[in-house]
């Protein structure tokens, strides 16, 4: 499988990943910044939330690591807690602003 393959996948798995009190996934509400895979299948996943003190930001970041973990060709996953850029609105889907009312 390629690395692009692999990438592919950890996108489908992130839209599995949802913060428990908003009713989109991770992957939508552009709170993924970076996916990258090395040669050898570790999954490096930069990420960020919707405010910092989030109280799920654990729920999330495990859930994340399990699922990306579970995919074929990942050895391992990474998940860096970043927060910059800053994470705002703009930053999500169009099927993410609709759910959630802003279009």
Known sequence: MTKFEIEEKIVSMLK???DPEIPVNVYDLGLIYKIDVSD???A???MTLTAPNCPAADFIMEDVRQKVESIDGV???TIN???EPEWDKDMMS???KLELGFL
């Open 40 to 42: 050898n299948g570790d």
């Open 75 to 77: 050895t391992s996953a």
């Open 44 to 46: 490096n996943i930069d």
């Open 81 to 83: 807690l970043v927060f």
């Open 94 to 96: 169009e099927e993410a």
């Open 16 to 18: 599995t990943v949802y």
